[in-house]
């Protein structure tokens, strides 16, 4: 008697999703979904650089885990005029079964609270919502700090209605479980993760950040993969001790060592490093124009000293034009590889990849 067949897995549902990611990293973004799940992820095309919609088959919980998007969130279509109609029986009810499927992919706990974000939430429409939602689901409506984000806005990915887009975490994926120390100023995570990743991670780098501050880039590098060596340094001891924090946090500390030094004259061998990250001052939290204009020509110059050839170094600034004129003087020592033009925190700071030349 041959022996019963096995049934197939029921295939998962199709759902729509849309990543909110870093203007000017959306490439970055749209290939670590391609990477991660394959034929699961299905992108699709949206003009806007902060949005990235795709098809996914996968398990919606494993999209809490990327790196290179800020925001997951989970789009449902409703076929309505007006928001209005989210108040009806049968809306009302695919609204909560969405947050209660949604809520199911965290632990117990993970949503206490929720909020919505939409053009007349004030209204007394949406008022209306966010009493039958409390009602529903037992969650305290907070506008401010709402572990379930909600957002309603008119049909953007269909062509007509209105839809629902349901964040899929408590907090933004930008907002890394690893960080238990902050500082004011510090880099986004997601921008950090796509400053590693532009570095091609080997598993013989030695890796150096510059003025690591709280340690966003040495984390970000130490999770993303392997390497020989990593190490970070600072002036400051507070910075010092929130990146250790950190690290400890992200359970790296074991990998990593953490230095008092200057940035402009480091305690390193000559053309001993593989990779230097920095996230250097932009002039406004922290330093300023003045102190830059003699600081940027000696890090770019010490960073230059350290590196071995061939080397690649990875920096982030909003003093476009300081560091432009810098990269000119010292063509001879780096070569611009590549060039990117982010948003943070209402800013446009920019990526400057680097090779150094032999």
């Known amino acids: 008697m041959s022996p019963p067949r096995r049934r197939a897995a029921p295939a998962r549902p199709q759902q729509l999703c849309e990543a909110e990611v870093v203007a000017g990293l959306k490439e970055q973004a749209a290939s670590e979904l391609r990477t991660r799940f394959g034929s699961d992820a299905r992108l699709l095309r949206k003009a806007r650089p902060d949005e990235l919609p795709f098809h996914f088959h996968g398990d919606l919980a494993a999209l809490g885990a990327i790196g290179k998007s800020n925001v997951i969130n989970v789009v449902q279509h409703f076929d309505i005029p007006r928001p209005a109609a989210f108040l009806g029986h049968q809306h009302l009810t695919r609204l909560l079964r969405q947050i209660d499927s949604v809520r199911s992919l965290q632990e117990s706990g993970s949503f206490r609270s929720f909020r919505i974000s939409a053009a007349g939430r004030d209204s007394a429409v949406m008022q209306r919502l966010k009493e039958a939602i409390a009602r529903q689901t037992g969650l305290v409506y907070d506008d401010r700090e709402g ?104 359970g790296a500390a074991e990998n990593a060592q953490l230095f008092p030094m200057d940035a402009t004259q480091l305690q390193l061998p000559d053309a001993g490093i593989d990779v230097l990250c920095a996230d250097l001052p932009w002039g406004q939290l922290l330093g300023s124009h003045e102190s830059n204009l003699t600081l940027y020509p000696l890090v770019l110059a010490e960073a230059a000293r350290v590196a071995a050839p061939g080397a690649r170094a990875v920096f982030i600034t909003h003093e476009i034009r300081l560091m432009e004129r810098v990269l000119r003087a010292c063509a001879d020592r780096w070569a611009l590889q590549k060039e990117v033009r982010v948003f943070q925190g209402g800013l446009h700071p920019r990526i400057y990849l680097l090779a150094r030349r032999d």
């Open 147 to 250: 572990d379930l984000l909600l957002r309603i806005r008119k049909a953007d990915l269909h062509r007509n209605g209105w839809e629902l887009l349901t964040r899929l975490t408590p907090r933004p994926l930008s907002a890394r479980a690893w960080r238990v120390c902050n500082l004011p100023g510090a880099l986004n995570a997601t921008i950090a993760a796509a400053m590693v990743e532009m570095t091609h991670p080997q598993p013989d780098d030695r890796f150096f950040n510059l003025m690591c501050g709280s340690g966003t880039l040495l984390v970000e590098r130490l999770l993303r993969a392997p390497l020989l060596a990593a190490a970070g340094c600072d002036t400051d001891p507070h910075a010092l001790r929130c990146a250790a924090d950190n690290l400890r946090s992200a």
